[in-house]
């Protein structure tokens, strides 16, 4: 099976891509240049590694949450791509994806949250386990006093080992310092979808171009009319 994955959600522009047996990726911090970037990177990544893209199986991409722009930017190239190559799709939410860098190597319970501004985080939490990572809390967005709930919540009754993941685990931190939440790795990558696909593919859920959807957890936008201002 061959899988090409791309990840514009946050600052950290990827794509990567699995030929059967390795992964291969590219990526860069970039901020609000992901439009510009992803497709030179594919092209970039496909020359590099001697693959065509038609040759792919599965298009692969992270679907959110994260920057509204950037998600947008990623599923839309997500379905440009298979529209033109008449390939299936397979979704990862980003909080799926620093739970896998987070566990990759070890066994224990992973506390991902990313920075959703405006006073909150999106945050799910996810186990290590013999197949892939079981879903313990689904995506939500919540206060960081919510979230600091969950996290001790877990804490008190696990005996897992804990790891913490993403830009929201900061948030956590300056919301109380006394939490003192040790951040195993900040923003997802391209490659971990890949792993996720590829180590569980059972749980995926290939689909067509015009059925993915971003997830944005929240439909509220980010900016305010000017009578609310």
């Given at each position: 099976m061959k899988l090409l994955a791309l990840d514009t959600a946050t600052e950290n522009c990827s794509v990567a891509y699995f030929d059967g047996e390795h992964f291969y990726q590219q990526q860069e911090l970039a901020m609000q240049k992901h439009g510009n970037l992803i497709l030179?990177?594919?092209?970039?990544?496909?020359?590099?590694?001697?693959?065509?893209?038609?040759?792919?199986?599965?298009?692969?991409?992270?679907?959110?949450?994260?920057?509204?722009?950037?998600?947008?930017?990623?599923?839309?190239?997500?379905?440009?791509?298979?529209?033109?190559?008449?390939?299936?799709?397979?979704?990862?939410?980003?909080l799926?994806?620093?739970?896998?860098?987070?566990?990759?190597?070890?066994?224990?319970?992973?506390?991902?949250?990313?920075?959703?501004?405006?006073?909150?985080?999106?945050?799910a939490v996810y186990e290590s386990c013999d197949v892939g990572l079981k879903c313990l809390v689904p995506e939500c967005v919540i206060s960081?006093?919510?979230?600091?709930?969950?996290?001790?919540?877990y804490r008190n009754s696990h005996s897992n080992k804990m790891y913490y993941?993403?830009?929201?685990i900061?948030?956590?931190?300056?919301?109380?310092?006394?939490?003192?939440?040790?951040?195993?790795?900040?923003?997802?990558?391209?490659?971990?979808?890949?792993?996720?696909?590829?180590?569980?593919?059972?749980?995926c859920l290939p689909m067509q171009a015009q059925q993915a959807m971003p997830l944005y957890v929240r439909n509220e936008v980010t900016w305010k009319k000017i009578s609310q201002q």
């Amino acid at each position: 099976m061959k899988l090409l994955a791309l990840d514009t959600a946050t600052e950290n522009c990827s794509v990567a891509y699995f030929d059967g047996e390795h992964f291969y990726q590219q990526q860069e911090l970039a901020m609000q240049k992901h439009g510009n970037l992803i497709l030179p990177m594919l092209d970039n990544l496909a020359k590099e590694h001697n693959f065509a893209l038609k040759d792919v199986d599965y298009i692969c991409y992270n679907m959110g949450p994260g920057s509204f722009t950037g998600v947008r930017i990623g599923v839309s190239t997500a379905q440009g791509l298979a529209f033109a190559l008449n390939k299936e799709l397979i979704g990862v939410s980003s909080l799926k994806i620093l739970a896998k860098l987070a566990l990759d190597t070890q066994k224990g319970i992973c506390i991902s949250a990313i920075d959703a501004r405006m006073g909150e985080v999106y945050l799910a939490v996810y186990e290590s386990c013999d197949v892939g990572l079981k879903c313990l809390v689904p995506e939500c967005v919540i206060s960081p006093s919510q979230a600091l709930t969950i996290v001790n919540e877990y804490r008190n009754s696990h005996s897992n080992k804990m790891y913490y993941a993403g830009t929201g685990i900061a948030v956590l931190n300056e919301h109380d310092a006394a939490a003192k939440l040790e951040c195993s790795v900040t923003l997802p990558d391209s490659c971990a979808i890949l792993k996720i696909v590829v180590e569980d593919f059972t749980s995926c859920l290939p689909m067509q171009a015009q059925q993915a959807m971003p997830l944005y957890v929240r439909n509220e936008v980010t900016w305010k009319k000017i009578s609310q201002q």
